[in-house]
Each structure stands twice: as C-alpha cells, then as structure tokens.
T-cell receptor
Framework: DTGVSQDPRHKITKRGQNVTFRCDPI?????LYWYRQTLGQGPEFLTY????????KSRLLSDRFSAERPKGSFSTLEIQRTEQGDSAMYLC??????????????FGPGTRLTVT | RKEVEQDPGPFNVPEGATVAFNCTYS??????FFWYRQDCRKEPKLLMS???SGNEDGRFTAQLNRASQYISLLIRDSKLSDSATYLC???????????????FGQGTILTVHP
C-alpha cells in the first residue's frame, strides 16, 4: 500500500498526558499537512510542511501542540498535557509539489484520540 | 460567517435519483476547489477537482461560478454506494506561494435508499 499511513490508529489517554502521532506521506510527495476533525464538522487545518520546513501554522495549534518533519519524510505531531477538548480525529495528508497537482491532498486513515 | 458553507442535509434519495449539492465560499482570493467524499469514521477521499469550465467524471458533474463564489456537485443515477458525506473544499493557494491549507465545509450527508 503506497498511500498515506498514520500510527497509531487509535489512542486513549488520560488528561494531562503527552501523546505523539506519526504520519508517513506518499513517498514522492514533498508537502505534508495535519488537520483535526471533530464529530459533525469538516477537517480543520493545523499546520503544513514543505520538505522539512514548517510553512504555516493555524491559530488552533496552541503552545501544547508541536509538529516536526526532521528529514522531510515522515512527520510527528505531539500534544502535551492533553485536555478533553483535544479528543478528535487527527488527519495527515500529503501532496505533490508540482504546479498542476499542488493542492490535491491525499489523506491517511487518521488517528482517533480520546482523552479521558 | 464560515469561509465555506454547505447545507448539512441530510439528503435522502432513492436509487437512480439525481441529487445536487451546493456550496458557497467567502474568500474571493480562493484558487482551487474540490469535492471530497467521506464515509463514516473514515478519512476524506478526493472525489474530484473543480475547474472553471466545469468538469464531469462519470455520473458526477462539478461546476464553479467564480462571480457568485459558488460550487456545485451533481450526482446522476444515484447508487447505494454513493451514501456518504460530501465535503466542499477550497484552497487559497496561488502559484508557488505558501498557502497550502484546505478549508472544508461542514459536509452534506447523503443517504441513498433502495
């Protein structure tokens, strides 16, 4: 399977704990995106990378959230001191950097986070 | 006002029906437009990009009206397997700039019944 992969698929944690999610994009894609989706809503943008550079961050990404893509391949999203409001599906997407297909993003299966 | 607005539905239609979804966007600088499909508890999947001239892919037709900032999706001859949430998506990117984020509507729920 050469699609976007995410790990873990599900995570249950207690409030106050730290969690880290991983995303592996489609291999030839140089852009990687993180989104968050809550029930009944469309995904909301969090941040994105072009290669290893983090180019844009949403105001939704509080100081407790950090994302990295150290070698321009896989990315991690860490949430520190989790709160119940962090419970959501965290989606990763990737896209090619070519002009024509620049904005066609392909999503991974997501990591469903439940904070108890 | 939300940047991308859709009627959440639900739309309940019989097999074989034609159904249309509409979407409006507020940012006139938006450059790229898409429809994604999302099945329950699954990730969004790209259904089609929407081009200024309109485009068709089998039973699906997408239209864009930049003057009215309006996007539509028409599904003909609905199948049971078309049941899903349809997400209208807009991107403000232009050329080589750094605008990478997609802005999603709330989604329109479609249920096709026998």
């Amino acid at each position: 399977d050469t699609g976007v992969s995410q790990d873990p698929r599900h995570k249950i944690t207690k409030r106050g704990q730290n969690v880290t999610f991983r995303c592996d994009p489609i291999s030839e894609h140089n852009r990687l995106y993180w989104y968050r989706q809550t029930l009944g809503q469309g995904p909301e943008f969090l941040t994105y990378f072009q290669n290893e550079a983090q180019l844009e961050k949403s105001r939704l990404l509080s100081d407790r959230f950090s994302a990295e893509r150290p070698k321009g391949s896989f990315s991690t999203l860490e949430i520190q001191r989790t709160e119940q409001g962090d419970s959501a599906m965290y989606l990763c997407a990737s896209s090619l950097g070519s002009a024509k297909l620049l904005y066609e993003q392909y999503f991974g299966p997501g990591t469903r986070l439940t904070v108890t | 006002r939300k940047e991308v607005e859709q009627d959440p539905g639900p739309f309940n239609v019989p097999e074989g029906a034609t159904v249309a979804f509409n979407c409006t966007y507020s940012n006139s600088a938006s450059q790229s437009f898409f429809w994604y499909r999302q099945d329950c508890r699954k990730e969004p999947k790209l259904l089609m990009s929407v081009y200024s001239s309109g485009n068709e892919d089998g039973r699906f037709t997408a239209q864009l009206n930049r003057a009215s900032q309006y996007i539509s999706l028409l599904i003909r001859d609905s199948k049971l397997s078309d049941s899903a949430t349809y997400l209208c998506v807009v991107n403000r990117g232009a050329g080589g700039t750094s605008y990478g984020k997609l802005t999603f509507g709330q989604g329109t729920i479609l249920t096709v019944h026998p």
